[in-house]
């Protein structure tokens, strides 16, 4: 296991370029009244001291490819990633924060990860720092005869799989992503926290403006048909009322083996081994989480591993058999290699629902 240490410090003044990007259907998807949240400022709540924390690796860390699965589409709301640095808002105990995340002596080439953090959760939001930026990831673990795999371990050294610690917030994503679009569930997600999140910590014109996910409370307490206007259908606006409910049950899940964690899942009404995976390898940095049931991925595998232009669930398993305890691991060396099987036609069509 990668060993790091961390260093507090004082902080000088932010800089930054604009933010990213934006899609415009998740840009565009309307706001609803958020419900308990406080008021504040209307660029968020203003903070002035704070904290910092510097973590070292003895290996290089790739921070853009290793943070980018923790966002969910370019205008994620609580997430946004730019070439220097990474902006993430995160709910705690003690209340939200504003975390940046910067590389020295680079982002994609991180020996020391410089931390900073404002709001009342910022102590709390440092310490989620190792596992945001990979620092307890072992890529090593991931031994491979391939000479794809092999030639991608060593184009991508730097690359980590990330663990959040949070299991409610990346259930709750893959629940919008459940049989849609890419660009349907980003829109969702955006539309989610924008209508129902709170305004993250603010720390000046420097930073993007940043919105907390919302709590468990207000998941459980959103009317499904309030979630039409954001692209949620009533079964997925029901499942995420189900999880609000049970947040406290979910998030002790964390304290158990993954493999249990994805099985207790699974007895939610709504949640199958897609999204039990999804948020799984999130929260737990999990390097065996494979998602079954995807989309592309096992058209992917089929073609990186074996030259096969498709591929169903039980071919993708079989492919990534010999790399038992680190599938996901292998999946996410795929993705980022830029491989593409030849394409066929979109399996889902968009729909438009906010009307109803």
Do not use: N
Not at 54 to 59: K, L, R
Not at 134 to 163: E, I, W, Y
């Amino acid at each position: 296991m990668t060993q790091f240490g961390a260093t507090w410090q004082g902080e000088g003044p932010l800089r930054g370029d604009d933010a990213s990007a934006a899609i415009p259907s998740a840009a565009d998807a309307p706001a609803i009244g958020p419900r308990g949240a406080g008021a504040a400022p209307a660029d968020g709540p203003r903070v002035d001291q704070p904290v910092t924390a510097a973590f070292h690796s003895p290996t290089p860390v790739d921070l853009r490819l290793t943070l980018a699965p923790l966002g969910h589409g370019p205008s994620d709301p609580a997430f946004r990633l730019r070439p220097d640095e990474a902006w993430l808002a995160r709910r705690t105990d003690r209340g939200g924060a504003t975390l940046r995340l910067r590389g020295d002596p680079d982002f994609r080439s991180a020996i020391t990860i410089v931390a900073t953090a404002w709001g009342p959760g910022a102590a709390d939001a440092l310490d989620a720092v190792p596992g945001l930026a990979g620092l307890l990831d072992d890529p090593s673990a991931l031994v491979v005869a391939s000479p794809l795999l092999r030639d991608l371990q060593r184009r991508h050294a730097g690359l980590r799989l990330p663990r959040s610690g949070q299991l409610v917030l990346h259930l709750a994503a893959a629940v919008t992503e459940q049989k849609v679009t890419g660009t349907e569930a980003h829109a969702a997600w955006a539309g989610l926290l924008r209508g129902h999140g709170e305004l993250a910590p603010y720390p000046g014109p420097a930073a993007p403006r940043l919105r907390l996910p919302p709590t468990t409370a207000i998941l459980a307490s959103i009317r499904y048909f309030e979630l039409h206007r954001v692209g949620l259908e009533r079964r997925r606006a029901e499942v995420l009322a189900a999880i609000g409910r049970r947040g406290a049950e979910i998030e002790t899940l964390t304290t158990l083996a993954p493999g249990e964690a994805m099985a207790r899942l699974q007895r939610i009404p709504g949640i199958g081994p897609w999204s039990a995976a999804e948020a799984v390898r999130l929260a737990f940095g999990d390097p065996d989480a494979v998602s079954v049931a995807d989309a592309h991925l096992p058209d992917l595998v089929a073609w990186a591993l074996a030259r096969e232009p498709r591929g169903d669930d039980a071919r993708m398993l079989e492919l990534l058999a010999p790399y038992a305890g680190q599938r996901a691991r292998v999946a996410r060396l795929l993705e980022v290699s830029r491989i593409e099987p030849p394409r066929r036609g979109p399996r889902f069509s968009p729909r438009d629902i906010r009307g109803l």
